[in-house]
């Protein structure tokens, strides 16, 4: 299977779920934000441009499904995927807990990012005190359902190549 077709069934896939399951269980009014999540772990394991191209088409997808303009999330994605990529490449040891801690903070940042460009498209303004509360709610739970998630994306954007390439030096 080409990796295009990994990602399109990985995109088709978590809208399915976004839409059918994962807006059934709700706290305090939030839900897993599952294209959000695909969006950075995409960025993650795919590098900039395969994980911004990735990013745009689950934005897309997610503004299909959203009463925000159409663009709304498709513009704040790619630029996370990015920024996650770039931050990924210099770290310089990652553990499990901190791999988390990032990933909650980019949810995180996610969330304020499209508030933030929700105003230039006229969505109506928001209570800061309650836009952190949501921001930390859907973190907290979209972190949770994260680790299955990874794993799907990672083979989906990898499409089968190695996760890292290590060059052998010839022997004499």
Do not use: Y
């Not at 269980?25 to 294209?35: D, K, Y």
């Not at 498209?121 to 859907?138: H, N, Q, R, S």
């Not at 998630?149 to 290590?166: C, S, T």
Request: net charge positive.
């Amino acid at each position: 299977m080409s990796s295009k077709l990994r990602v399109m069934a990985l995109l088709l896939t978590a809208l399915v779920a976004q839409v059918s399951i994962l807006t059934e269980f709700r706290i305090q009014g939030s839900s897993v934000e599952l294209m959000l999540v695909v969006a950075i772990l995409a960025g993650f394991h795919g590098g900039p441009e395969r994980g911004a191209l990735v990013a745009f088409f689950a934005g897309l997808l997610q503004d299909s499904i959203m009463s925000a303009p159409l663009g709304l999330h498709a513009l704040v994605f790619p630029p996370l995927a990015v920024a996650v990529s770039s931050l990924e490449q210099r770290m310089i040891r990652s553990t499990k807990l901190t791999d988390a801690v990032a990933l909650l903070l980019a949810i995180a940042c996610g969330m304020f990012m499209v508030a933030a460009v929700g105003l230039l498209f006229g969505l109506p303004p928001f209570d800061p005190a309650l836009l952190l509360v949501k921001a930390l709610t859907v973190a907290a739970l979209t972190t949770a359902v994260a680790p299955p998630v990874n794993r799907a994306v990672r083979w989906a954007v990898l499409g089968g190549l190695p996760p890292e390439i290590r060059l052998r030096s010839a022997t004499s």
